[in-house]
């Protein structure tokens, strides 16, 4: 028998209006189990398959993994997953997570999504470009074609008006059950890199909150900075970030059998449930991306987080008990960080949306029904280079190449690189020479 959570009590409710409205927003704090127990409730009331949307691999993973294990199955079986590079299911599975570029890839591939009955976009909030694009699509096929389909939208922190008002869908609120948690921060701002200072200052706070902390750092080098820093410490150093094996991040989402600090990336802020955690120390930096008109793609930038994404990961530890979250900068400053994050839409580069979308028959993206419309520039700039690489006509359909780009799922111009490699005999060359400019940091 599963444990009861918080959201356990609406879903009746979601699954009703679901019925009624064919689309439901439902707004549910961290911890209330949103994420475990709506998609296989649609199982259970029905619907014959279901697509989740999990914006993260790591979380997409662990929520299949849950699922499977809360229903008494194996992974695989009814409950599996697919992210890039990894698939775990067959012809029997009901319940795929999948991220928000499998999605994609999906929709360009199978425009009716035939045999879907519903799909749930969990962690709405992070609003990554593939997210924005995945929901408009969905909008537009239940609106056009399949009206029988049923589309969850999901987030903790997300403002669920503007979304509720784009499906025409009623809001459901979960309560949730989380302990107080004591917000801090340094008396002063302090020298040191963000490893150095979390490595500085998560000895005590384990010693104090008598349970597990969770350490948010902006990347992998960094992570690796404070772990090495923290070697001489009496605890179980844990790294947890995208780049890990899967085993890896399995193994950092188990309990530990002996105190833990815990050094993850922003993969942490959502979705995963670490067990024991009783304080958070938040470095106060995220790498977002960015068009980078130098190199014609997007970049990582290292920036302050949002204060959204500060009480975000705070939240993280009250989930077991009462909790303390140290912010690693002084308190006066707190107000000068922006609000919340900007939606990818508003920043990074559209030329790969502009590809999916005409892959997908949408040949005029400034027609489109965005959720929210990109700018206008950012808009024309991308339609120029998808012209001037070869990839689409003077009516904006895709060429051939067009077509067999974006069934690559990569930037339009790496995209571009490879099959002008693969044409000219030097494929194995160019496929080196993409993977070093999309990695992040090539020379690790």
Not at 42 to 48: T, V
Not at 139 to 164: F, N, Q
Not at 174 to 197: C, D, F, H, K, N
Not at 238 to 246: A, D, E, K, S, Y
């Amino acid at each position: 028998m599963n444990h009861a959570l918080p959201v356990d009590a609406v879903l009746s409710d979601l699954i009703a209006a679901l019925r009624t409205a064919g689309a439901v927003v439902l707004r549910a704090p961290t911890g209330s189990g949103k994420t475990t127990r709506v998609p296989p409730a649609l199982l259970d009331a029905g619907f014959r398959r279901v697509l989740m949307l999990e914006p993260r691999r790591v979380a997409a993973r662990a929520a299949a993994a849950r699922i499977a294990e809360e229903r008494g199955g194996r992974l695989g079986e009814e409950v599996g997953f697919q992210v890039r590079h990894d698939r775990v299911g067959g012809a029997a599975t009901r319940l795929w997570v999948v991220t928000d570029g499998v999605l994609l890839q999906r929709l360009i591939a199978d425009p009716f999504l035939e045999g879907v009955d519903a799909v749930v976009i969990d962690e709405f909030h992070e609003r990554s470009l593939n997210v924005d694009l995945c929901l408009a699509l969905l909008a537009r096929l239940r609106a056009e074609v399949r009206p029988e389909l049923a589309i969850v939208v999901m987030s903790a922190t997300m403002d669920a008006g503007p979304v509720a008002d784009f499906l025409a869908a009623p809001v459901i609120d979960a309560m949730g059950r989380t302990y107080p948690v004591e917000v801090r921060y340094l008396a002063r701002a302090e020298e040191g890199s963000p490893g150095a200072l979390v490595a500085r200052h998560a000895p005590a706070l384990l010693a104090e909150t008598g349970g597990d902390v969770l350490a948010f750092l902006p990347g992998v080098a960094e992570i690796e900075e404070a772990y090495a820093q923290l070697g001489d410490v009496d605890a179980e150093r844990v790294p947890l970030h995208g780049r890990l094996p899967p085993s890896a991040q399995q193994a950092a989402l188990r309990p530990g059998t002996r105190p833990r600090i815990v050094l993850a990336t922003n993969v942490a802020e959502t979705s995963v449930t670490l067990p024991a955690v009783r304080g958070v120390i938040d470095a106060g930096w995220v790498r977002v991306s960015r068009y980078d008109a130098a190199r014609g793609l997007d970049a990582l930038i290292l920036e302050p987080n949002s204060r959204a994404s500060a009480d975000q990961r705070a939240g993280r530890a009250g989930r077991v008990g009462p909790g303390v979250a140290l912010r690693l900068w002084p308190e006066r400053s707190h107000g000068a960080r922006r609000a919340s994050d900007d939606p990818e839409v508003r920043r990074a580069d559209l030329s790969g949306a502009l590809l999916a979308l005409a892959a997908w028959g949408e040949p005029d993206p400034a027609a489109f029904p965005w959720f929210e419309p990109p700018p206008s520039d950012a808009l024309a700039s991308a339609g120029r280079l998808l012209s001037a690489l070869g990839l689409r006509d003077a009516g904006g359909a895709l060429t051939p190449m067009g077509r067999a780009a974006a069934r690559l799922g990569t930037h339009p111009r790496l995209a571009t690189a490879l099959l002008r490699g693969h044409a000219l005999g030097v494929g194995e060359a160019m496929c080196e020479a993409v993977a070093l400019l999309e990695a992040r940091a090539p020379m690790r």
